[in-house]
């Protein structure tokens, strides 16, 4: 390669780098359709946001033509239509936008992801979840030994005043290691075998309903599980039916807005709280968990929300 040519390329190389630094902060305004590929990070109502490149983050705004799916089969050829509520921080996905000139915001017009990445999303969120309540039982823990301390030696009031401060400031700060406030829950439980939910929760989940409405940025997710008795697969099946049916009755009776529902999850025998060596044990397993929360970015800090 001659020396003028080479001296081409390397300017070429540096203009192109230029360039594609200059994609992110003006992909949103360009009259194209926008296709990236990323992992949602945060979800609020019906606007998500996925990072597609290190660092580098679009909002999306979902509405009624917003076409959601899941791929799967060899070569991921069979597509299945999804809801929304499937779209939760953590899933891998694909998503298509157009920008929108009155309101400069980008509308996802298409939005596509594996069953085994929804999958892992799922386990993640709940190991989440399992990790948080570690930490509250911990921040539980501080709390008594402050009001120990505070027993024991009434002289050094002014010291443990200042103790508990610290200690609440340390609640706060584990409190946002998770995505969300827990601010209610319901737990449902089923007969062996059975997927119907009984009247006598009706009241419960209406309830939790009404405590939603006046939440801002609300999000209700609901996570079925089985006992151990039968296969893998029926447990699976009779998980996610549980879960499925606990969410029709939150959209027809509840009147919940389908976008403000997590994907119904369906963990099957996995995470049992009850001893399935007795009836008693299994009985609590049969269960469908519906928990509202809210989103912490909405929120923001805000330690007074509590948590069940």
């Known amino acids: 390669m001659s020396q003028s040519k080479t001296r081409g390329f390397t300017a070429l190389a540096i ?29 609020s109502g019906n606007e998500i946001i996925v990072e597609y490149m290190q660092s580098t983050e679009l909002a999306f705004i979902l509405d009624d033509n917003t ?19 499937a779209l939760i921080p953590g899933l891998k996905v694909k998503v298509e936008g157009v920008h929108d000139a009155t309101t400069h915001q980008l509308t996802a017009t298409k939005v596509t992801f594996s069953g085994d990445d929804l999958e892992q999303a799922q386990v993640a969120e709940a190991a989440n979840r399992q990790a948080n309540k570690q930490l509250q039982e911990q921040n539980a823990e501080l709390q008594r030994q402050a009001e120990a301390l505070k027993q024991q030696n009434e002289q050094q009031q002014a010291e443990l005043t200042q103790h508990k401060a610290e200690i609440d400031a340390a609640v706060a700060r584990f409190g946002q290691m998770d995505d969300y406030y827990i601010l209610e829950e319901v737990t449902i439980y089923f007969g062996n075998g059975k997927v119907t939910v009984e009247p006598k929760y009706d009241q419960s989940l209406l309830d939790l309903v009404a405590k939603a409405e006046k939440v801002n940025g609300y999000m209700i997710e609901v996570v079925g599980y089985a006992s151990s008795s039968g296969s893998a697969a029926l447990n699976k099946k009779l998980s996610e039916d549980r879960a499925n049916n606990v969410t029709d009755f939150l959209l027809d009776q509840g009147n919940v807005p389908m976008t403000r529902i997590l994907a119904p999850g369906a ?23 519906v928990r509202l929360l809210q989103n912490k970015a909405v929120a923001g800090v805000n330690t007074s929300a509590g948590g069940v």
């Open 15 to 43: 203009v192109s780098l230029l360039g594609l630094a200059a994609i992110a902060p003006a992909i949103a305004q360009s009259n194209e359709p926008t296709k990236v590929e990323g992992v949602i990070v945060a979800r």
């Open 67 to 85: 076409k959601v799916s899941q791929t799967g089969g060899l070569f991921n050829a069979r597509r299945t239509d999804k809801s929304m509520a």
């Open 267 to 289: 963990m099957g025998e996995s995470r049992q709280i009850g001893d399935e060596k007795t009836a008693e044990g299994q009985s609590e397993n049969r269960r469908v968990v």
